[in-house]
């Protein structure tokens, strides 16, 4: 009979870096830093990870350990995007014309993995003024508060950015 498969060192990798971030979730959310608290902590995080090998869920795109430093520079402009669009639906809701013009634009992402295209659909929905309505590999359906908010989606820069993300940049 044929031994079984050692893990390889990627997956070990990638379990231990679950682990960790798992760990520290934990303390950051418990705020107790008492010798009984850890200690349970380290128990659940590595039960978890043990659970989650089991399942075969430690994999890139169930924790993507890689999108780290990309993460730095994204989730910064984001936030920024997310500030920027909100103040322009407070100036579209206060004024009183109401100058609004719903609208749906379908486009093709530049992204090609699901944490990617995942990524893609949701900023766009944490974006005041449009949400994803639908999202399929190679095509997205979205709605906007304005036509000048469904172009920006479909040409835009976040597009460009989730790209970088994506590729861990």
Same mark, same amino acid.
């Given at each position: 009979? =044929?031994?079984?498969?050692? =893990? =390889?060192?990627?997956?070990?990798? +990638?379990?231990? *870096?679950?682990?960790?971030?798992?760990?520290?979730?934990?303390?950051?959310?418990?705020?107790?830093?008492?010798?009984?608290?850890?200690?349970?902590?380290?128990?659940?995080?590595?039960?978890?990870? %043990?659970?989650?090998?089991?399942?075969?869920?430690?994999?890139?795109?169930?924790?993507?350990?890689?999108?780290?430093?990309?993460? !730095?520079?994204? %989730?910064? %402009?984001?936030?920024?995007?997310?500030?920027?669009?909100?103040? @322009?639906?407070?100036?579209?809701?206060?004024?009183? +014309?109401?100058?609004?013009?719903?609208?749906?634009?379908?486009?093709?992402?530049?992204?090609? #993995? $699901?944490?990617? !295209?995942?990524?893609?659909?949701?900023?766009? $929905?944490?974006?005041?003024? #449009?949400? *994803?309505?639908?999202?399929?590999?190679?095509?997205?359906?979205?709605?906007? !508060?304005?036509?000048?908010? =469904?172009?920006?989606?479909?040409?835009?820069?976040?597009?460009?950015?989730?790209?970088?993300?994506? @590729?861990?940049?």
């Amino acid at each position: 009979p =044929a031994l079984p498969q050692r =893990a =390889a060192p990627t997956a070990m990798l +990638k379990s231990a *870096s679950l682990a960790f971030f798992l760990l520290v979730f934990w303390l950051l959310l418990s705020g107790i830093y008492e010798p009984f608290l850890i200690g349970a902590g380290v128990f659940s995080s590595l039960l978890v990870v %043990w659970i989650a090998r089991r399942m075969e869920l430690v994999d890139a795109e169930g924790h993507p350990a890689h999108l780290g430093l990309g993460a !730095l520079t994204y %989730w910064p %402009w984001l936030i920024r995007e997310i500030v920027v669009s909100a103040l @322009a639906v407070t100036r579209i809701i206060l004024d009183p +014309k109401l100058p609004i013009s719903p609208t749906l634009v379908r486009f093709r992402p530049r992204q090609t #993995t $699901t944490v990617g !295209l995942v990524t893609h659909a949701n900023s766009i $929905t944490l974006t005041p003024g #449009t949400i *994803s309505m639908e999202v399929a590999p190679g095509e997205f359906l979205v709605h906007a !508060l304005t036509r000048e908010g =469904a172009q920006a989606a479909a040409d835009s820069e976040m597009d460009r950015r989730v790209e970088r993300f994506e @590729a861990g940049r």
